[in-house]
Structure formats: structure tokens, C-alpha cells
């Protein structure tokens, strides 16, 4: 038992990162609301535009406009000089109400601010028959065109998630409303050269590509679930579909391109008209969205349901969870390149490689929880190995008094150490009688905690947490992926990262509710100041789902 010597620690302890991209609100020191950020525009009172359902032109896009039809709407260009001259690389965005997300999300770090959304018929296009191979995500360099990859062309496509396969199903049924209401409802991915972000990251620059099929530029956007594994460049912007309506500009590309190259792809004309739908579909999604809620998310296909590196994945699910993201996703994005450094920014002061390194070998080492805790409940979990059993509360604040100043008197003494005579650090009585009355005060908001911990199931009765250092090797886990999406790392040193926290996890925890007890604990030691109030209702919600799910990694993982 390694006895806390009295002195006061900094308070650390992460938090969660917030997103400013238009989706989901995350966090990350526990789950955080949402990836991105989710808009908040009020649904604005327009009814439902109808729409003919794509037609086959025989290799020309069809023509299709939005209801009611304005009276001029020009047609989408088959030609590329149909409309203009193709679309140059676009201007860029500027950092306002026009940002590519509009919410922010959470991230367990150790400063969070305490702040803690039907449909109109799209004008959607099946798009011509391909007369040369469909493209697909952009290849490091993002003005070329993209190009396919080889599990979209197989006959047997899995969709990797849950929003994949409904824009399947939907374009399957050339249910194009219920195709652009999904989009309306998930964060779009844009392709974006590192380079120019880092040097103007309040900025995004549209960069099409040449389609064969449509003979005009393009500009691809990806869902979640279809981006590639993050590589040193491109990187990606996150943003809501009405937020693509609302910054498109006349000289952006003519056509927008969902996932292409794949089974779900689907292209829309770029016109205001339909631009306007797109926004209808995001104000009625930004109007019937519940406040974000624990949402259990994983990848079908591309991220691993099996293995150390699920395990170690899922000890960071309490968080993935709380926030509904993928919990899952190695290959993590999250909310995109700009939004992931801004909430590691803002949340943990993190803003270089080596801050995140340092950072990250803080949680792996459980140093970032307070030692305050750690001492008090060894002491108890001392006593109870001693005693076969349970400990009576006075028993251990007693213990833990006698402990204090038996530390306080051995600090006062020089010692001889390998290195030399360590110098005494006496401590006055007034001193160690105020430490005794800390942890006295500790002892009872503890015990208080795992009684209710017990009322909501998150404690069997005669169980108790035997060290929060679970929430340490959680965020340890979140922390590996987050320094992915914001380019601190490579995939490899993130994985590596994510293996360790499954190891140290197993090693102090018996089992997935033994360890999510005490990461809960540890993260209401830290934020809910007994309140019982969102940072802990949230974590109650993440754990009952995660414990309930059949599809939970909780459920199908082995603990050891």
C-alpha cells in the first residue's frame, strides 16, 4: 500500500475534448456528447418538398428540382460548361456561424467547462452508368481523382456501420427522402490538405475532383464509417449536411458526391434549389433530435470485435459510449483533424505531439488521479484483505488518521537513503489535522457514493471500489485515439497505446462492472461534487447500456 505522504498533489485529471464540427457533442474524460458538434438551429416552419424519384437517363444524370419548382431552375449540367466553367478549388470557409460543426463535445480532461436535434423530398441522383472504374476516398494527394477500393467492388458488401447501411437500404428503395433525411442526421467528411489547415486551420477549401460519369467536378464527402485510416495527409473536416447548404458557394463544384465508389453512393446537383432541401431536411433533424444520449456504435467491418485490441478499445467505451461514437474505430477521425486538435486543446492544454506523449504516459501510469484517493482507498482495501471482509467505515477513518501521522512524523525524521541523507519535511500538527480532516470528509463522500452506486446497479451489494485508477486507463485508451485524429501519432503508436490500457486494466480489475465502478467513481471524485448530476447520470446510462446490449463489447468480451 503506498501510503500518500501529505503533501497536497496538483489537482489534474482529464476531461473531455469538445468538437466544433456539426455533429454529435463528445467528451473526454468520459463519454462526451457527441463527435462534433450537433446543430442547434430552431426547425424552421417549411413544408415538406416533393420530389420525383430518380429516373434512368440512359448515362446523363437526371433532372430533378425541388417543390415547389422555381420557374427558372436550370437543369444539372451533363456538360461540363452546362452551367460555367467547372468549379475551381473553393473559397474558404471563414471561422463563424458557418463553421463546419456547430457543437461542441466533451472530453474528460482536466479543465472542462461545466456546460455540460421530416422530411422534404431531396432531389437525389442515381448516378450514370460508370464507363470507367467509380471513384472512391481521396489518396493523399486530394486533387486527384479518388480512386476504388477493392472491398466496395465485392458482391457480398458489408456496410462497416449502422448509417452506411441505411443509405443502402434507402437507395436500394429509391427512398431518396429517407437517403438525404439519414445524411441530414450524420456528420460529412471532406478531404482537406494538411498543409494548408494547419497554416489556416479556421478554414476549409472545397478541393473537387474530375467524375467521368457526371463529365463535371465533384466534390466527395464521406460518412463515418467510409473514411480511410488516418494518414499524414489529406485530413478531414467534419460537418452537417445544412452546414454544407448553407457555405456552398457559386463557384464550388456542381455536384456532390456521398461515399463515392461504393454500394451507397448517391450525387446531388449543387443548385440552390436543392441546396435549399438539404437545408430543410437539417432544420427538421436539428428540430426532432433528442439531446445527445449514450448511443452504443461500432464498426461492422473495419474495426475489431475480437481481441487485445478490442479489449483495450473497450475499456475507453464508457466515454465512446456517453459521447456515441464508435467505440470501436482504431482508424479514428472522430470529429475531424481541426475539431480533434481543438478539444484536445481545450480540454487536456494539449497542443503538440509531445504534450499528447507526456499526457498519455501520465494515464498509462495512473498519475493523473489524485494520490488523496489512491491512499484512502488503500487503506481500506488493506483492512479488508486483512479481515476477510467488509470494513467498518469508522474502523477506516481511524486507520487512515493513524496512517497520517505516522507519515507525518516519519517525514520529519532525515533518512539515509542509496543517494544520501534525505532532508526532513517536518509538518505542522495544525497541517496534518487538516489532511486528517480531508480524508475523514473523503471517506464519507466515497461511501456515499458507492451506496448510491449500489441503489443504480452499478455495485453488487458488499462490493466495493478498490482504486479509481479505471478511470486513468479508460481516458488512457480515449487519449491513444484522440492523438490519431488530431495527427499526434501514428495508427501503430495508437494501437500500441490502446493495447497497454487493456493490459493494465486486467491487471488491477476483476471484471468489466468491477472496472466500471471504479472509473465512475473516480470521475465523480473529480467533476460531480456529490450532486449526482450529469456527470453521473451519464455514466450510469453509458454503464446500463454497456452491461445490457447484447452487441456490447462488455457482452462479448472476456474480461481475462
Sequence with gaps: MGLW?????????GTEPERTADGPVRSVDGPARGVGERETLAARDASA????PPTDTGGTPPRHAPAPRPAADPAPPTDPHAAGDPAPPGTPRLPDDRQPSDAPTAADGPNPPRDDARQAQPQAHEPPQAQSQPPAPPQPQVTAQPQPRAEWQSSAWQPPSA???????AKTRGDWARYVTALAHTPLFVADSRERVDAHPDTVVFTPYRDP???????????????PAPAEDPVFHSGSLGWYARVWGPKDPPWLAVNPGSPCEAYFPTTPSHRAVWQQHADRAAATDAPPHPQLRALIVGGPLRGPVAHG??????????NAELWNAMAYHGGGYTAERDRLSEWWGITSRADWQRTLELLLRAEMTSPVWEFTLGIRRSLALDFAGAVDVDHWRQVAERALWHNAAEAAEPRITPDGVTVAMPRSDAEVRSQVAGVRRLIGRITRYEARFRADGLLAEGRFVRSVEAWDYGRASCMARWGLGARYCTLSEAEQAVLRAGRLSQANYRSWADFSAAYILGRCLHFDEEEFGDWYEEMVAAHRLLMSDPGSPWRNLPWK
Design 163 to 169: 448509417i452506411e447501411q441505411e443509405l443502402y437500404d
Design 313 to 322: 478499445l473497450a475499456c475507453g467505451a464508457l466515454l465512446s459510449v456517453n
Design 5 to 13: 505522504n501529505g503533501e497536497e498533489p496538483a489537482k489534474q485529471g
Design 49 to 52: 418538398a416533393e420530389a420525383d
Design 213 to 227: 460519369r457526371t463529365r463535371t467536378d465533384c466534390l466527395a464527402v464521406y460518412t463515418e464509417g467510409m473514411l
